[in-house]
DNA sequence: CCTACCGATCGGTAGG
DNA sequence: CCTACCGATCGGTAGG
């Protein structure tokens, strides 16, 4: 009898696969690969998924998921602007974090789907992306932040954040609490120290 | 009779694996798609290159060549740390857009060399982010920079600045010194208005 | 979950 | 730069 915490061999294959196609790319890594990893044959997989495409918008679409559902769960209405967007960091960085595989493939093999799952992906990214976007102006409009370029900034938090799952490869899994706060901390008040702009 | 101003078809296939590299990825573009592209035989490449992933390898090494060729060129010995900060994002952002496709490839494909050429590709970037690195030291111990963590800082600022690459892709050519200039600038100051932190 | 197997496509070579 | 072709590997199916 199976519980909850139990992994189903869906699971094994989900999991096996975000490795794997973290590691080589999701076009690199054949279904041969994916099978001897797992210890069956390759044919085999097929009694649990439709194709290979599949393993990869299961990926992609939980993890949009996660990011989603993480935004949401803030108490926004209790923030302002500046702690909001340290609040949005900080969540972010979170799904990356406790997802270091599902992550790699997320931002980097994406653009293998087909359509319509393709297109509903891209606009899924593109909602999500907004809310930061609209932060962002709020922020600005009521001088909670700096007035610069506003897709410009949007587009230089999202990298920034968004590159971190490549920072701890191999390493031992860092406090993602901690990241998302000194990530947040640098974005909003910058590295330089004084502004005194000495010569040498 | 050729001139420095004529593109050998040795220029055309590489600048060709560059567009379809970044587009597709370096392990989904086959060298069909590419000799098509070219409006040749599949077979008559060889003609010109040995190898697939010698396309590959020239183009991981040139762009490191400019890297490095980009920040030796800045006038370090005139420039407080601050400004060194600067122009050493400018420059290597101003790399980045003007060779658009081949910094994708750059980011995302240089794992699909094989040694030797993989092990030197990977010494070489890690002696080019050590020069960040080395300024942010220098940078903190002399109290040009806050004292925030080293390693940390230095991943966000290479991070922030090798996605920019994706920001314009299909669009028309930004300003390189300009992007350079606000990513600078926004790392350096931050993006928050004042610090009262009031509550809505 | 296995054996047996499919057509398609891959990077690359021989020889001109 | 072409024609002709190689062995290897690909994602996936049939049938049990």
Known sequence: MSTILTKTRMDQITETAEMLFQERGYTATSMRH??????????????????????????????????????????????????????????????????????????????????????????LRRRYEQMFYTLLETGMQNGDFKLIDLNFTCKTILSAMNLTHEWYKGE???????????????????IGGDNTNHKK
């Open 34 to 123: 994916l099978a001897s990893e797992l210890g069956i044959e390759p044919a085999s997989l097929y009694a649990h998924i439709r194709s290979k495409e599949e393993i990869l918008q299961s990926i992609c679409f939980r993890m949009a998921d996660e990011f989603f559902a993480e935004l949401e769960a803030i108490p926004s209405e209790e923030l302002n602007d500046r702690e909001l967007l340290h609040a949005y960091i900080v969540s972010h960085v979170k799904v990356i974090m406790r997802n270091m595989n599902a992550s790699a493939v997320f931002f980097n093999d994406w653009k293998f789907m087909t359509d319509p799952e393709l297109s509903e992906f891209r606009s």
């Open 172 to 190: 031992q899994l860092p406090d993602a609490n901690q990241i998302g706060k000194q990530l947040a901390e640098l974005l909003l008040n910058g």
